[in-house]
């Protein structure tokens, strides 16, 4: 199920012995971009005119204009492509304008400098009443945390800015910019709830709002739909953003990286989580942008192929970290002739000591490449039939059938007009990823594919598409017909029996199935069952007979199931894969993620080993083996990664023999101040159904 609203905190401004308690835990000040040892560090090599520092403050210089007059509004309004813009333009250039005059204040101790900073500052503070519009909610996230930075400059130094001002700037972050954006925006492309993040984390610091710190951090971790970091960067650096333009994935990973860097100042750190996920995902980008073409599971936008000012700082802590970073690298020193204050923000007194030995940035390669983009040798029989575009699958397949011929869709689209129905004894094959079959919405039916049969055997379906959006074309902007929007009642693969072990001898092979609003996969009453490297991706939505009912891989009474590096993710409303009284099953080396439900959920099934899984960024929790009328027995869970679940990493009702072993599992669960790797299991006897 896709949560809007998760678990959120209760924030007041009480001054009762219990809000004492919740933010006794001080925080650095300053302490936002950069902590006070941070900005003397930094003013230092400005005056010591050491490069790149020098020339960076010297094109700051030039870009400041002291005779600036902010021109604030009381509601401001800003819709899509500025259209309306009542005073967006002039408070982009405002918190711009104050954050440059504060680090200038701070660096030469002009006042002019302050003043300027002070009276921008002031002007909005006094002035401004709500935002309106579209995009005002991304515009708020865009100039909230950077105003802070500089209140929390102009606050910390002698700057002069009276109190009373300053209590009316705490007043407008906590009245105008807090409600407007604390409850996020997670189905809008992932950039917006990044820098609504990083913006809820500076307020959080310049108020001294412990329990909002912790929450925008639990929100990065953890935050539903596209919403948080895990949701945004795949682990191999993809962004959810790529196949829509190069824009807006550095703004996201950008806004992922600047709330990151101010966590980084309070002592959090959210650079080496996920395996060093903001460097994979910069990473990946930049390799794109600087003209090698790394794979993606969507085909990757040249759109927007313009390197962005986000890579300074990004470059200079993994580097400090010891992590090689080369493409990152090479974008930061292509920008940095020209950029001025993200070079200056980069600056940490703790990097300067460092002298670590450099490694390489660790490759994730569990389920990597999986479905039909996975390009597999495979050995044709010569007697093939090969079905074109404008020719019938179902003719080919009934004429193979019971014969063990190979049927192969070449690639283009392949529409069906009704379900396609698969015999025994036949492979049904395409040619990779552009061999796509597509259900016509007009066919009247649900499903695309489901067995001719009850008891259907020796089949294999490998090397294609089951595309079970409304559309076989993706659109340019992905998230716009991820299947969750989709009205439609689309079931991808749908394979029935009447009796366990009826149907045998299934084999799913580089398959990709995705963006079907039931099960993408739905097998039930199947013995000697495997799926190999394919790839389940966006299926099972809300559609009838409801949310967490329809999943990725659905399979009921199966025995004997093999699930092997594949890769089972982003379920809008359900799980990566669902068991239930199936047995011998075997989940090795895949990658379960980013699902709305549990990662894996079992009931009532035995003799199950889940090994060696990446398991992560799941709503609720990472694998739940729930008790419906028995528990699950014989259950197997070892040297899994299992990591940023919402819920517990492992989480067991009433579960007979269960053995965990050699598990990582680390921040699953809300965030309270650590990154914790404690209370992450919850395995308990209780008969207790879930609701």
Same mark, same amino acid.
């Given at each position: 199920? !896709? ?34 040892? *941070? ?16 020339? /960076? ?24 492509? *500025? ?11 405002? /918190?711009?304008? /104050? ?36 995009? @005002? ?12 930075? $500089? ?48 913006? %809820? ?8 709002? +412990? ?58 750190? %959210? ?10 995902? %910069? ?36 580097? $400090? ?11 930061? *020193? ?35 490449? @999986? ?12 007697? @093939? ?10 003719? $080919?397949?009934?004429? @193979? ?60 379906? +490998? ?21 969750? +929007? ?20 299934? +084999? ?17 009453? $199947? ?49 990566? !894969? ?35 899984? %990446? ?7 990472? !694998? ?37 072993? *050699? ?29």
């Amino acid at each position: 199920m !896709i949560k809007i609203v998760r678990n959120y905190l209760v924030i007041t401004l009480s001054l009762t012995l219990l809000c004492t308690t919740l933010y006794a835990q001080k925080f650095i000040h300053p302490g936002i971009n950069q902590s006070g040892p *941070d900005l003397a560090y930094m003013k230092k090599l400005v005056l010591d005119s050491v490069q790149p520092w020098t020339a /960076a403050f010297d094109r700051l210089k030039n870009e400041t204009d002291l005779s600036f007059i902010p021109h604030p509004y009381t509601h401001v309004l800003r819709g899509p492509y *500025d259209k309306p813009d009542v005073g967006g333009r002039e408070l982009s250039k405002s /918190a711009n304008m /104050a954050y440059n005059c504060a680090l200038l204040w701070y660096i030469t101790n002009k006042k002019a400098y302050a003043n300027k900073a002070i009276q921008i500052i002031n002007a909005w503070s006094d002035t401004l009443w709500d935002f309106d519009y579209n995009d @005002a909610k991304l515009l708020a996230a865009w100039t909230g945390h950077v105003f802070c930075n $500089a209140a929390e400059i102009l606050r910390y130094t002698a700057s002069g800015w009276k109190q009373q001002d300053i209590d009316r700037f705490s007043g407008m972050l906590m009245t105008v910019y807090f409600p407007f954006l604390r409850y996020y925006y997670p189905t809008a492309n992932g950039n917006w709830d990044g820098a609504i993040g990083h913006t %809820l984390m500076a307020i959080a610091i310049f108020t001294d709002n +412990r329990p909002l710190f912790n929450h925008a951090v639990d929100h990065f971790l953890h935050g539903s739909v596209n919403g948080s970091l895990f949701k945004y960067i795949y682990p191999n650096g993809e962004c959810q953003e790529s196949p829509r333009d190069q824009g807006h994935v550095q703004l996201g990973e950008g806004e992922f990286a600047g709330a990151a860097q101010v966590a980084y100042t309070q002592g959090v750190d %959210l650079f080496s989580i996920g395996n060093d996920r903001i460097a994979k995902g %910069l990473e990946y980008t930049a390799q794109f942008l600087l003209g090698k073409t790394p794979y993606c599971y969507c085909e990757i936008s040249p759109r927007g192929k313009k390197l962005s000012d986000n890579y300074e700082y990004v470059y200079r802590q993994y580097s $400090a970290m010891g992590i090689k970073v080369p493409y990152i690298k090479e974008a930061a *020193d292509k920008i940095r002739p020209n950029a001025s204050r993200s070079i200056l923000t980069s600056v940490r007194a703790s990097f300067k000591n460092l002298t670590r030995v450099s490694k390489n940035l660790p490759l994730d390669t569990t389920a990597y490449i @999986a479905g039909a983009g996975n390009k597999q040798q495979m050995e044709v029989p010569k007697n @093939a039939i090969w079905v074109s575009t404008t020719q019938s699958v179902q003719a $080919a397949l009934d004429s @193979a059938a019971g014969t063990g011929r190979w049927v192969i869709i070449t690639n283009g689209i392949h529409t069906l007009k009704t379900s396609l129905r698969i015999p025994s004894g036949v492979t049904l094959s395409g040619e990779g990823e552009k061999s796509i079959i597509f259900l016509s919405p007009s066919s009247g039916e649900r499903d695309a594919l489901i067995n001719k049969q009850a008891d259907i055997h020796d089949v294999t379906i +490998r090397d294609l598409v089951i595309e079970g959006g409304l559309s076989p074309l993706t659109s340019t902007d992905p998230n716009s017909n991820r299947s969750f +929007r989709n009205k439609g009642d689309r079931g991808g693969i749908i394979f029935r029996s009447e009796e366990p072990g009826k149907m045998y001898n299934l +084999r799913f092979i580089d398959i990709t199935v995705r963006n079907c609003t039931y099960n993408g996969v739905f097998i039930s009453g $199947a013995e000697h069952l495997s799926f190999i490297r394919c790839n389940f991706d966006e299926n099972g939505a809300a559609v009838v007979p409801g949310p967490k009912l329809q999943h990725n891989l659905l399979l009921t009474h199966c025995h004997n199931v093999r699930i092997e590096e594949s890769r089972l993710d982003t379920s809008p409303y359900g799980a990566g !894969i669902a068991l239930l009284n199936c047995a011998d099953v075997s989940c090795v080396n895949n990658e379960i993620a980013r699902n709305a439900y549990h990662g894996i959920l079992i009931a009532q099934s035995s003799d199950v080993e889940i090994n060696n899984n %990446l398991i992560e960024g799941n709503n609720e929790s990472g !694998i739940m083996l729930e008790f419906l009328y028995k528990g699950s027995s014989d259950i197997t869970i070892q040297h899994n990664r299992i990591h940023f679940n919402s819920g517990y990493g492992v989480e067991s009702y009433n579960t007979k023999q269960i053995q965990l072993k *050699d598990n990582v599992c680390k921040g699953n669960g809300i965030f309270t101040g650590i990154i914790s790797d404690k209370n992450q299991v919850k395995i308990t006897s209780e008969t207790r159904i879930m609701f």
